[in-house]
């Protein structure tokens, strides 16, 4: 399996968004019925995924995070390995032994996904290193949390791929929470892309709610990475409006703020613009949802009959 | 047979294995300055300076190394780790398995440590055990200069994260190195002395303190063999046992404090495995559970001498 490559049109990038939102409604679903282990989703967050993902080559890396199941979608990953290896079955992306938390797919090119919060920062400057020294021509995309942009890890992250002229594309995912804690709690200033100018790197905040804006972002953000081989900070602000970990009540958030985000749904608000543009009819959108409803039907039926992993994987795969 | 130090020895493996292997590359605080010769030679790409920033210096070899390059990282003083715990414990030693095997982590992190230079405890620090106790990674710690440069070799080819500590006090002490290419596989003790009445089990500075109570004791008739385990994971079990069940006797000896060291689990294997041929209970030598001291008696009087090891040998071959 290799990398999917970018979207053909725009409504390639709905049909994405809808696969993550039915996908994590899964995991929601079948957690709450006990069949399933919590996750971290990101709800909300797709526009932010899809636009950036499918404004990368085949060759280019991904580093991501804890709340990764949007950038693996849209990367091309199978949803019935994804949710083999959340549920802890064999044919998982790693056999079973990441759960949701670190999936990596290398054959997907995304690559040490780490959820110690900031470790991701930590290693991107390695992987563009080793880009760029092996000569290949791919750039590196780390995706990180605004909580994980208060992290030493992301200024020591920054200031190194600064002076060492790496090709990383940084995307902070800025949905507005840091597990409980409201990143106006946590952090000193209101952007994370603020940060970057003091490393002299260049960086923009774009509606992470807009896939369109934020293709167009990641875009003009990568083929900057590309043709300068310096890194780049792209901020998507965007809302987490589903709890940290399933399940989660919810009941610290604000209400005033999730409604307001709610409205601004990232899927509602791209089909609406897509049926405003002529793009797409109210009957292909409902065909669409259909589609992708029995994708993640065959997924977790996969998932479903994939075996646990023998006890004797317990102690291999820990050295080479 | 050409003489260097194990200051010397470690740029001797790494100019021969960076000449072998274009994917070998170092870099640390200062690596670029004090090993310029290496700079001239491979150029300044493969050997960097960074900012004093450990967390990001082994991060960064974490990345590098799981797409195809062998960073050899000088992380300075071992007390310094602290700050590249996170990426050594949890990422260089974690994300193989995590990910099912589909990366690997062939990186070396240098670090000294150990008493000999006055530095204090926030330069001194044996915290080998910590690694050891960490799973996916290596622990080499090596006594001499031809062992270093054999083993960091191996450690340079290994697929593996490795922790390889330089002991402080034998930094500058010559010492033979065979010329030409030489390798020792991680977890193969030596057996630097051999004897029939007690074994003492040691690494790093203190297996030189073992060969001298082996000296005094032999004096006295009493004739101890001295095994320098050189890699504390993997470790030489059968070397151990086979010692043990000559003896009977066991003496283990390291700078590290006592509480939870590699001793203990040496203790613990031999008490395991070859307990029917204990003729004595088995002694632990290790430093105090206290931050190590600048003044030099006191930094002195935290490392088990000669003497004490000497002492212990006796008291169990007199039982
Ligand atoms: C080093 C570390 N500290 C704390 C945690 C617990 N934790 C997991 S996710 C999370 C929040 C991370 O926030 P952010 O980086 O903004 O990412 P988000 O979850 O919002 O996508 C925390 C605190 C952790 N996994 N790692």
Same mark, same amino acid.
């Given at each position: 399996?290799?990398?999917?490559?970018?979207?053909?049109?725009?409504?390639?990038?709905?049909?994405?968004?809808?696969?993550?939102?039915?996908?994590?409604?899964?995991?929601?679903?079948?957690?709450?019925?006990? $069949?399933?282990?919590?996750?971290?989703?990101?709800?909300?967050?797709?526009?932010a995924?899809?636009?950036?993902v499918?404004?990368l080559?085949?060759?280019?890396?991904?580093?991501?995070?804890?709340?990764s199941?949007?950038?693996?979608?849209?990367r091309?990953?199978?949803?019935?390995?994804?949710?083999?290896e959340?549920?802890?079955?064999?044919?998982?992306?790693? !056999?079973? !032994?990441?759960?949701s938390?670190?999936?990596?797919?290398?054959?997907?090119?995304?690559?040490?996904?780490?959820?110690?919060?900031g470790?991701?920062?930590?290693?991107a400057?390695?992987?563009?290193?080793?880009?760029?020294?092996l000569?290949?021509?791919?750039?590196?995309?780390?995706?990180?949390?605004?909580?994980?942009?208060?992290?030493?890890?992301?200024?020591?992250?920054?200031?190194?791929?600064?002076?060492w002229?790496?090709?990383?594309?940084?995307?902070?995912?800025?949905?507005?929470?840091?597990?409980?804690?409201?990143? %106006?709690?946590?952090?000193?200033?209101?952007?994370?892309?603020?940060?970057?100018?003091?490393?002299?790197?260049?960086? $923009?905040?774009?509606?992470?709610?807009?896939?369109?804006?934020?293709?167009?972002a990641?875009?003009a953000?990568?083929?900057q990475?590309?043709?300068s081989?310096?890194?780049?900070?792209l901020?998507?602000?965007t809302?987490?409006?589903?709890?940290?970990?399933?399940p989660?009540?919810?009941?610290?958030?604000?209400?005033?703020?999730?409604?307001?985000?709610?409205? $601004?749904?990232?899927?509602?608000?791209? %089909?609406? $613009?897509?049926?405003?543009?002529?793009?797409?009819?109210?009957?292909?959108?409902?065909?669409?949802a259909? !589609?992708?409803?029995?994708?993640?039907?065959?997924?977790?039926?996969?998932?479903?009959?994939?075996?646990?992993?023998?006890a004797?994987?317990?102690?291999?795969?820990?050295?080479? | 047979?050409?003489?260097l130090? @194990?200051?010397?020895?470690?740029g001797?493996?790494?100019?021969e294995e960076?000449?072998?292997?274009?994917?070998?590359?170092?870099?640390?605080?200062?690596i670029?300055?004090?090993?310029?010769?290496?700079?001239?030679?491979?150029?300044?790409?493969? @050997?960097?300076?960074?900012?004093?920033?450990?967390?990001?210096?082994a991060?960064?070899?974490?990345?590098?190394?799981?797409?195809?390059?062998?960073?050899?990282?000088?992380?300075l003083?071992?007390?310094?780790?602290c700050?590249?715990?996170?990426e050594?414990?949890n990422?260089?030693?974690k994300?193989?398995?995590?990910?099912g095997?589909?990366?690997?982590?062939?990186?070396?992190?240098?670090?000294?440590?150990?008493?000999?230079?006055?530095v204090?405890?926030?330069?001194?620090?044996?915290?080998e055990?910590?690694?050891?106790?960490?799973?996916?990674?290596?622990?080499?710690?090596p006594s001499?200069?031809?062992?270093?440069?054999?083993?960091?070799?191996?450690? @340079?080819?290994?697929?593996?994260?490795?922790?390889?500590?330089?002991?402080?006090?034998?930094?500058?002490?010559?010492?033979?190195v065979?010329?030409?290419?030489?390798?020792?596989?991680l977890?193969?003790?030596?057996?630097?002395?051999?004897?029939?009445?007690v074994?003492?089990v040691?690494?790093?500075?203190?297996?030189?303190?073992?060969?001298?109570a082996?000296?005094?004791?032999?004096?006295q008739?009493?004739?101890a063999?001295?095994?320098?385990?050189?890699?504390?994971?993997?470790?030489?079990?059968?070397?151990?046992?086979?010692?043990?069940?000559?003896?009977?006797?066991?003496?283990?000896?390291?700078?590290?404090?006592?509480?939870?060291?590699?001793?203990?689990?040496?203790?613990?294997?031999?008490?395991?495995?070859?307990?029917?041929?204990?003729?004595a209970?088995?002694?632990r030598?290790?430093?105090?559970?206290?931050?190590?001291?600048?003044?030099?008696?006191?930094?002195?009087?935290?490392?088990?001498?000669?003497?004490?090891i000497?002492?212990?040998?006796?008291?169990?071959?007199?039982?």
């Amino acid at each position: 399996m290799t990398p999917k490559p970018p979207a053909k049109n725009p409504q390639q990038l709905l049909e994405q968004m809808l696969l993550i939102r039915a996908y994590e409604e899964a995991i929601v679903n079948g957690s709450a019925a006990g $069949r399933m282990p919590g996750t971290c989703t990101s709800v909300g967050q797709e526009a932010a995924a899809v636009g950036v993902v499918n404004a990368l080559a085949p060759e280019d890396l991904i580093l991501t995070n804890h709340r990764s199941a949007g950038h693996l979608l849209a990367r091309g990953a199978d949803p019935g390995r994804l949710l083999a290896e959340v549920m802890g079955r064999r044919d998982g992306y790693c !056999k079973g !032994k990441s759960g949701s938390l670190h999936i990596s797919a290398k054959e997907l090119g995304v690559v040490l996904t780490s959820t110690i919060v900031g470790a991701e920062l930590s290693m991107a400057p390695g992987v563009a290193l080793a880009q760029s020294m092996l000569g290949r021509p791919g750039i590196v995309v780390c995706f990180f949390g605004d909580g994980a942009a208060c992290e030493g890890s992301f200024h020591e992250s920054l200031n190194l791929a600064a002076l060492w002229n790496l090709p990383i594309l940084y995307v902070c995912e800025n949905n507005h929470w840091q597990a409980f804690v409201h990143r %106006r709690e946590a952090m000193s200033r209101e952007h994370v892309a603020d940060w970057a100018a003091s490393y002299g790197i260049p960086a $923009r905040t774009v509606d992470g709610n807009d896939v369109f804006a934020v293709l167009e972002a990641a875009q003009a953000a990568a083929a900057q990475v590309r043709e300068s081989q310096r890194p780049y900070l792209l901020e998507t602000l965007t809302y987490r409006t589903r709890g940290h970990l399933e399940p989660d009540d919810q009941g610290y958030v604000d209400k005033a703020e999730l409604a307001a985000w709610l409205a $601004r749904d990232p899927i509602a608000t791209g %089909r609406d $613009r897509l049926i405003a543009d002529g793009q797409l009819s109210p009957a292909q959108a409902a065909t669409m949802a259909d !589609k992708v409803a029995s994708h993640i039907a065959v997924a977790q039926a996969f998932a479903e009959a994939s075996p646990f992993p023998a006890a004797d994987e317990l102690t291999r795969d820990v050295y080479a | 047979m050409p003489t260097l130090t @194990i200051y010397d020895a470690v740029g001797a493996a790494l100019t021969e294995e960076m000449r072998r292997d274009h994917s070998v590359i170092a870099f640390g605080e200062g690596i670029a300055t004090k090993r310029h010769e290496l700079v001239d030679e491979f150029g300044a790409l493969r @050997i960097r300076n960074t900012p004093l920033a450990e967390g990001i210096i082994a991060g960064t070899a974490v990345g590098a190394a799981a797409m195809g390059l062998r960073p050899v990282v000088d992380l300075l003083f071992a007390p310094f780790l602290c700050y590249a715990m996170d990426e050594l414990v949890n990422s260089a030693g974690k994300l193989r398995y995590l990910s099912g095997g589909q990366f690997t982590f062939p990186l070396v992190t240098l670090a000294m440590t150990g008493a000999g230079w006055g530095v204090g405890a926030q330069h001194n620090h044996n915290v080998e055990a910590w690694f050891v106790h960490s799973p996916g990674l290596k622990v080499v710690m090596p006594s001499t200069p031809a062992d270093t440069k054999a083993l960091l070799k191996t450690a @340079i080819r290994d697929d593996n994260p490795v922790l390889f500590f330089l002991d402080i006090g034998l930094l500058y002490q010559p010492g033979e190195v065979p010329a030409g290419e030489h390798l020792l596989a991680l977890g193969q003790a030596a057996i630097v002395r051999e004897g029939r009445d007690v074994t003492l089990v040691s690494y790093g500075k203190t297996v030189h303190h073992c060969q001298q109570a082996a000296e005094q004791l032999a004096g006295q008739g009493i004739a101890a063999e001295v095994i320098d385990l050189r890699s504390l994971k993997p470790l030489d079990e059968a070397t151990i046992l086979g010692s043990v069940k000559k003896t009977g006797r066991l003496v283990v000896v390291h700078e590290a404090n006592r509480l939870c060291g590699v001793g203990a689990e040496i203790a613990a294997l031999v008490a395991e495995q070859a307990f029917a041929d204990l003729k004595a209970p088995i002694v632990r030598l290790g430093g105090p559970d206290a931050p190590a001291a600048a003044s030099y008696p006191l930094e002195q009087a935290s490392v088990p001498s000669a003497e004490a090891i000497a002492d212990a040998a006796r008291r169990l071959c007199s039982t």
